[in-house]
């Protein structure tokens, strides 16, 4: 699996559709807007982001 920089997934347990980033530092985090604004998760590696994307997201 290959993470791609601005790529949609959704959680598969929430039903919420989050965006994939790559900040200038290599770390990977997802992206979520409601109606209060955007909201990011922790920034992990990209080897962490892709078993989190296997095990909880499809892209969409």
Same mark, same amino acid.
């Given at each position: 699996?290959?993470?791609?920089?601005?790529?949609? %997934? *959704?959680? *598969?347990? &929430?039903?919420?559709?989050?965006?994939?980033? $790559?900040? +200038?530092? @290599?770390?990977? %985090?997802?992206?979520?807007? &409601?109606? $209060?604004? %955007?909201?990011? &998760?922790? +920034? *992990? @590696?990209?080897?962490?982001m *892709?078993?989190?994307? @296997?095990?909880? %997201? +499809?892209? @969409?």
């Open positions: 699996m290959r993470l791609k920089n601005g790529d949609f %997934y *959704i959680n *598969i347990f &929430t039903n919420k559709l989050y965006r994939l980033n $790559e900040d +200038k530092d @290599s770390s990977w %985090y997802f992206s979520l807007r &409601t109606d $209060e604004g %955007y909201h990011e &998760t922790e +920034k *992990i @590696s990209g080897r962490d *892709i078993r989190l994307v @296997s095990d909880s %997201y +499809k892209k @969409s």
